[in-house]
């Protein structure tokens, strides 16, 4: 069992920056993917940017050169840098983390985005 705790979320103007965190704790196996999703009213949860426990990426075009995400193997966290932010990016953002030991990923409670224009 893997148990996610998200943070940073919030009400930022069109153009500013959050910086949201995830915080893994329970069986943490040191292979693993963390990442970052999110789904705005009436769409389908997206990705938004992955990361492996190597420091591979993976990111959506929408967010390429805005959005950076990173993480702390020893703290078993992982970041997501929002920067320069529209409208569009309000959204719940769940944190995400996948491991082969499991079947199944393991999904955070969600943060909230509100981006205003």
């Known amino acids: 069992q893997v148990h996610l705790v998200e943070s940073g979320g919030g009400l930022v103007q069109a153009g500013g920056s959050l910086r949201l965190s995830c915080a893994a704790s329970g069986s943490i196996f040191t292979i693993n993917t963390m990442g970052w999703y999110r789904q705005a009213p009436g769409k389908q949860r997206e990705l938004v940017a992955t990361i492996t426990s190597v420091g591979n990426t993976i990111y959506a075009d929408s967010v390429k050169g805005r959005f950076t995400i990173s993480r702390d193997n020893a703290k078993n966290t992982v970041y997501l840098q929002m920067n320069s932010l529209k409208p569009e990016d309000t959204a719940i953002y769940y944190c995400?983390?996948?491991?082969?030991?499991?079947?199944?990923?393991?999904w955070g409670q969600g943060t909230q985005v509100t981006v205003s224009s």
């Open positions: 995400r983390y996948n491991s082969i030991h499991y079947s199944r990923p393991y």
